[in-house]
């Protein structure tokens, strides 16, 4: 199982990027995805999450109203749209996968099994 990250930048705040995620190796549409973000010095914290089929997601209060998560099972993706980027959003960037028949929505990084390298976010003021 691999997930490959990509889709990040250096970026003016105020901007916006869309991070993409393709999972190889095993079935993608039975597992909900997430992304999760760790700036230098931090804890790796919770950004997104969406159900299996796409009918239930979820964001952490920093991302409402800016981010997006969505996917394509037919591509084996998902998607984090960030728009209005602030300086603070500056980070590494990882999307993770449930265990199959994890169809559920999460935000815990325990309830992940498979993480992506992560791609690099930066947001200059």
């Known amino acids: 199982v691999q997930l490959q990250a990509c889709g990040g930048g250096l970026v003016q705040a105020g901007g916006s990027l869309t991070l993409s995620c393709v999972v190889s190796g095993r079935t993608f549409s039975s597992s909900a995805m997430g992304w999760f973000r760790q700036a230098p010095g931090k804890e790796r914290e919770f950004v997104a999450t969406i159900s299996a089929g796409s009918g239930r997601t979820a964001y952490a209060d920093s991302a409402k109203g800016r981010f997006t998560i969505s996917r394509e099972n037919a591509k084996n993706m998902v998607f984090l749209q960030m728009k209005s980027l602030k300086p603070e959003d500056t980070a590494s960037y990882y999307c993770?996968?449930?265990?199959?028949?994890?169809?559920?929505?999460?935000?815990?990084?325990?309830?992940?099994?498979?993480w992506g390298q992560g791609t690099q976010v930066t947001v200059s003021s």
């Open positions: 993770a996968a449930r265990s199959p028949g994890s169809t559920n929505i999460s935000n815990l990084r325990n309830g992940y099994n498979y």
